[in-house]
């Protein structure tokens, strides 16, 4: 008994375009629950080409994801592009879990991003935050975007927060964000920042003064800031 291994088992949203496509954390998931067993894969799944009796060695990411798949005719493994990639099929007796085995360990990784970001999010706003996360894997082994989103109206006492994106990586079970996409809470103080800096630049004009030098720069620095992409270090 066995089980076909399909994209869609990792990712739940029925409304995603892009739900039948593997992204290279789930296929890593896979990669690591079959432990060097023999499956069948079908590597185009635009003709249905299916390989039988190999192995899959590992995900790797040059130009774009793909799957190493190994047999006797190609001992070094031939890379195949994730996007061209169906079902996966262990072929071994015993193997009836390892689509369990494989969604657990996605599944986990995905539960140590979500808290890992979430104490982010605690960490620099002082509360706790309260909404939906929604996660999307990315085509590197345990890399997540989470995205957080505040509700509309939160239980008295409850703080909703912003909108924010952090970008985690989860290597051996332990999580760290690596990159904030994006991070309303940040752009809405830059934005009280620089309404007060405008206000003290159109206080010294409304007096006919010329506004300090310094302080003009700071203003067309907040005008061109705000967090997109920066870096974690």
Avoid at 7 to 19: G, I, K, Y
Avoid at 28 to 33: G, N, P, W
Avoid at 161 to 186: A, H, I, K, L
Wanted: overall charge positive; charged content about 30%.
């Amino acid at each position: 008994m066995t089980c076909v291994i399909l994209a869609r088992d990792f990712n739940s949203d029925t409304t995603d375009p892009h739900r039948d496509r593997w992204s290279g954390a789930a296929m890593s998931a896979v990669v690591r629950a079959l432990n060097g067993k023999k499956v069948a894969i079908t590597t185009k799944t635009d003709t249905g080409h299916t390989l039988t009796g190999v192995t899959l060695s590992h995900v790797s990411y040059v130009r774009q994801p793909c799957v190493t798949v190994v047999d006797d005719a190609n001992p070094a493994g031939i890379a195949y592009p994730l996007w061209q990639v169906g079902m996966v099929l262990p072929l071994e007796d015993g193997m009836h879990s390892t689509k369990w085995d494989a969604i657990e360990l996605f599944r986990k990784e995905q539960s140590e991003a979500a808290r890992v970001a979430l104490d982010w999010a605690e960490e620099r706003r002082g509360a706790r935050t309260w909404g939906s996360v929604k996660m999307r894997p990315l085509d590197v082994r345990g890399l997540f975007d989470v995205e957080y989103t505040p509700l509309e109206r939160p239980a008295e006492g409850r703080v909703p927060g912003s909108r924010f994106v952090v970008r985690v990586q989860v290597t051996d079970g332990e999580g760290r964000v690596t990159q904030v996409v994006t991070d309303e809470t940040e752009r809405d103080r830059v934005r009280a920042e620089r309404e007060r800096v405008r206000a003290e630049v159109r206080q010294y004009r409304d007096r006919g003064e010329k506004p300090p030098a310094e302080l003009v720069e700071r203003l067309r620095g907040l005008r061109t800031g705000g967090p997109r992409g920066a870096a974690v270090r």
